[in-house]
């Protein structure tokens, strides 16, 4: 029997945002200029196909720097890290190149900032993500992570009289507000950062994946297990009332998930590069669905540039 979809609605934006495409592309110029091997710590971005793909290039990756030989080139991951990280690339006579987001990076120094002012921080996040550990490292001492409203209204800190918040940068727009509402109900004088943590890319993959869900009876996410922003969108589908599975690309997809269904979103995570969406629109085509239509709510047009260890002269060794 064949499917019963009738049309699929591929939400954009989708896919790859400024900060992974910089991460990967800091890779991929890293092998260019100075050789293989290039060691990366931790995955460049959360995405399998992404690793094995830039692996198959040259790049090693491993899971701190202490398996990285001295005088290699290494890179730090998207993600970010805690200062020692840095610190012991220097001792061990590394040449770093960090690939760290800049909205993450933005994070960091709000971080060093509220504690340098006598602040408490409360840092909503995923405890375990790297983004999280990476920012409580800035300050270990005047951080606390909650990662519900519940937490919110419970948390016990050390000092309420100066207080500020901060968000790891892939959370759900609308439970990081709920935790903040319920943060600011506790504690009124709590300080907000200038501008807010989530970025820019991953609120508008969830508006768009809010607008497909309007119309879509089942949503797949192209997205790997351990990519927060990918798992967010499923959850934010979910929420808007249609059937939501992340997958890691078209060898996953169940047909039974499709039973009765007559539309079907599409989307993708910030660290899932486009060709993987071409491979699912591919797997619907083969099954005789031939509307294909783009859904676009906002446009993106940002661009970060490389890390400055990869603008200075080549000196690609022999």
């Known amino acids: 029997m064949g499917l019963s979809v009738q049309r699929v609605l591929l939400a954009a934006p989708r896919g790859y945002c400024a900060g992974v495409d910089r991460a990967v592309e800091t890779v991929e110029q890293a092998l260019d200029r100075f050789g293989s091997p290039v060691y990366v710590r931790k995955q460049i971005v959360h995405n399998m196909h992404v690793v094995r793909d830039l692996e198959s290039k040259g790049a090693i990756f491993v899971d701190e720097l202490e398996q990285v030989p001295a005088g290699a080139h290494a890179i730090l991951s998207a993600h970010g890290v805690a200062p020692e990280v840095y610190t012991e690339g220097r001792q061990r006579g590394l040449n770093v190149v960090d690939a760290t ?3 993450v990076t933005k994070v960091h120094n709000e971080a060093k900032k509220f504690a340098g002012e006598g602040c408490h921080i409360v840092l909503i996040g995923h405890e375990g993500h790297e983004e999280v550990i990476g920012t409580m490292g800035e300050a270990p001492a005047s951080i606390t992570l909650i990662g519900s409203p519940e937490e919110a209204r419970t948390v016990t800190l050390p000092s309420t009289d100066k207080v500020a918040y901060l968000s790891q940068t892939t959370l759900s727009v609308d439970e990081t507000n709920e935790v903040i509402d319920a943060l600011r109900e506790r504690f009124p004088n709590i300080q907000a950062p200038p501008r807010e943590d989530i970025c820019y890319a991953t609120q508008n993959r969830q508006t768009a994946v809010k607008q497909l869900a309007k119309d879509a009876d089942v949503v797949l996410v192209i997205g790997s297990e351990n990519s927060s922003n990918s798992r967010r969108l499923a959850e934010v589908a979910a929420a808007g009332g249609a059937s939501a599975h992340l997958i890691d690309d078209d060898t996953q997809i169940q047909e039974r998930w499709l039973d009765g269904a007559r539309t079907v979103g599409i989307t993708s995570g ?21 509307d294909i239509q ?11 540039a490389l890390p400055k260890e990869l603008s200075a002269s080549p000196t690609r060794s022999a």
């Open 101 to 103: 987001c800049p909205l």
């Open 294 to 304: 783009e859904v676009t709510v906002v446009e993106e047009d940002v661009h970060f």
């Open 270 to 290: 910030a660290s899932a590069p486009e060709w993987l969406v071409d491979r699912v629109v591919a797997w619907f085509r083969e099954r005789g669905v031939e």
